[in-house]
């Protein structure tokens, strides 16, 4: 009875995954997602911690001439944002179209330069949200937002109309959603936009 309540609570909260990794990458003055860190390109250590879990469907975003050559993309569904010069925005609309009507409870948001995220991480966000309607749940770390970020479906249609490199943070802000916040660690607030964060996050 027990594994067959627990499958129903998974049934009606059921979140796809969003993976962004479209950025130019301008600050870093190459291509981070590709630069090796604790064994392995950075971007593979999310889609590795991510694939075959629960959360469906999952969805890269890259940019055009992004090469997946050097990655094992598992079970994720890849989408090509050709405009990643327009901002974050423009990445979680090119995943949204993906996902389509596949999305059902809402969306958890992930960026593939964090390679410190935990798959309970977006679990936890999950459980707090629980019934919650028109909101956005995440980590704070010191002040600072981090990452994943929950969506629920109900706030989509207001996601697709972000412009620029505004984030689902923007509805928050604007008072347009509910938010709720767990208290984080450095983890949840960690990416890298400079060379020098590869040598800062190793000696950690």
């Given at each position: 009875m027990?594994?067959r309540?627990s499958e129903?609570?998974t049934?009606?909260?059921?979140y796809s995954?969003?993976?962004?990794a479209a950025?130019?990458?301008?600050?870093?003055?190459g291509?981070k997602?590709c630069?090796?860190?604790d064994?392995?390109?950075?971007?593979?250590?999310?889609l590795?911690?991510?694939?075959?879990?629960?959360?469906?469907?999952?969805?890269?975003?890259?940019?055009?001439g992004?090469?997946?050559?050097?990655f094992?993309?598992?079970?994720?569904?890849?989408?090509?944002?050709e405009?990643?010069?327009?901002g974050?925005?423009?990445?979680?609309?090119?995943?949204?179209?993906?996902?389509?009507?596949?999305?059902?409870?809402?969306?958890?948001v992930?960026?593939?330069?964090?390679?410190?995220?935990?798959?309970?991480?977006?679990?936890k966000?999950?459980?707090?949200?629980g019934?919650?309607?028109?909101?956005?749940?995440?980590f704070?770390?010191?002040?600072?937002?981090g990452?994943?970020?929950?969506v629920?479906?109900?706030?989509?249609?207001l996601?697709?109309e972000l412009?620029?490199?505004?984030?689902?943070?923007q509805?928050v802000?604007?008072?347009?959603?509910?938010?709720?916040?767990?208290p984080?660690?450095?983890?949840?607030?960690?990416?890298?936009?400079?060379?020098?964060d590869?040598d800062?996050?190793?000696?950690?």
């Amino acid at each position: 009875m027990q594994d067959r309540l627990s499958e129903n609570q998974t049934a009606e909260r059921h979140y796809s995954l969003l993976v962004l990794a479209a950025g130019l990458s301008t600050r870093f003055g190459g291509e981070k997602l590709c630069v090796e860190f604790d064994g392995k390109p950075l971007l593979q250590h999310v889609l590795d911690t991510f694939c075959g879990k629960r959360f469906w469907p999952k969805v890269l975003v890259i940019k055009p001439g992004f090469s997946m050559s050097s990655f094992s993309s598992h079970d994720f569904e890849i989408a090509v944002n050709e405009s990643p010069e327009e901002g974050i925005s423009s990445s979680i609309r090119k995943g949204l179209e993906a996902i389509g009507d596949r999305i059902d409870s809402g969306i958890i948001v992930l960026l593939g330069d964090m390679p410190l995220l935990r798959v309970e991480d977006a679990e936890k966000l999950v459980e707090i949200t629980g019934d919650n309607k028109r909101t956005v749940a995440s980590f704070e770390y010191e002040s600072k937002k981090g990452f994943p970020t929950l969506v629920t479906a109900d706030l989509i249609p207001l996601v697709e109309e972000l412009e620029g490199d505004r984030g689902v943070v923007q509805l928050v802000k604007e008072g347009l959603s509910n938010y709720l916040v767990l208290p984080g660690e450095a983890r949840h607030t960690v990416d890298f936009d400079y060379s020098q964060d590869f040598d800062r996050t190793e000696s950690q």
